[in-house]
C-alpha cells in the first residue's frame, strides 16, 4: 500500500480556527492496488477497472471581530464610523442572518442616569460580503440604515452558496454612531449578533 499526503496552496494567516488548517483543501491519495501477471492464450484485450470514491467533508473556518468599541472624549455633538471584517471559508450552503443590531443602550450603573440623561445612543450599520475574488455580492446592504431596517433588509439574502462565493467570503461590517451632549457619561451596549446557519 502506498499512501501520498499533498497540501496545495499553504498560505501563513495568523487565526484560530476550528478542525482544519487554512490555505488551501487538503488531499489525501491513497492507492492499495496493483496488477501483476502473464497475459497470453486467447485473451485479446484485457480490462482493467478503475474504481475511484472521494469523500468531500463538510468545512467551515471563520476568522474576524464582531465587537467595536468607541470612547468618547470631548462636548457637543458629533458621528463617528468604525468597520470590522469577518472571513467565511466554507464548501456548505449557509444561512446568515444579523440579529438585535439597534441604537446603543446605556448599562445600568455604569453612570448618572437621571430625567435628563439620553440613555440610548443613535446607531447605524452596513453589511457588504465579497466573494474570493473581492468582488460585492448582492448579500449585503449598499446603505447605512437603522437596527430594524438592517434585520429586515438583511433577511431577504439570506443564503450564502459556495458557487457563487468561491468557498471564501468576506464580511465588512461598517456601523455609525451619533452623540449629543445629552449622552451622559458610561457604557453604552449593542447587543447584536452574526448567526450562521450550515445546511
Excluded: C
Amino acid at each position: 500500500m502506498k499512501r501520498i499526503a499533498t497540501l496545495l496552496g499553504i498560505t501563513a494567516f495568523a487565526a484560530v480556527g476550528f478542525a482544519q488548517p487554512l490555505g488551501g483543501r487538503v488531499f489525501t491519495y491513497t492507492v492499495d492496488s496493483d496488477f501483476a501477471g502473464h497475459y497470453h492464450g486467447l485473451v485479446n484485450i484485457i480490462y482493467f477497472g478503475m474504481p475511484t470514491t472521494t469523500y468531500v467533508n463538510p468545512y467551515l473556518y471563520v476568522n474576524g471581530f464582531m465587537s467595536a468599541v468607541f470612547t468618547v472624549d470631548g462636548w457637543g455633538s458629533g458621528w463617528h464610523q468604525g468597520s470590522t471584517e469577518i472571513m467565511i471559508y466554507h464548501n456548505e450552503q449557509l444561512g446568515i442572518d444579523f440579529q438585535n443590531f439597534g441604537d446603543l443602550t446605556k448599562v445600568p450603573g455604569s453612570g448618572p442616569s437621571g430625567p435628563l440623561t439620553n440613555l440610548n445612543i443613535p446607531a447605524l450599520y452596513r453589511a457588504i460580503a465579497y466573494d474570493y475574488a473581492n468582488l460585492p455580492m448582492a448579500l449585503g446592504l449598499p446603505l447605512f440604515a437603522n437596527g430594524v431596517t438592517f434585520n429586515n433588509a438583511w433577511s431577504n439574502f439570506t443564503w450564502a452558496f459556495p458557487l457563487f462565493t468561491g468557498g471564501k467570503m468576506k464580511i465588512v461590517l461598517d456601523r455609525r454612531i451619533d452623540v449629543a451632549p445629552d449622552h451622559g457619561p458610561g457604557t453604552y451596549v449593542s447587543p447584536g449578533e452574526l448567526i450562521l446557519i450550515r445546511f
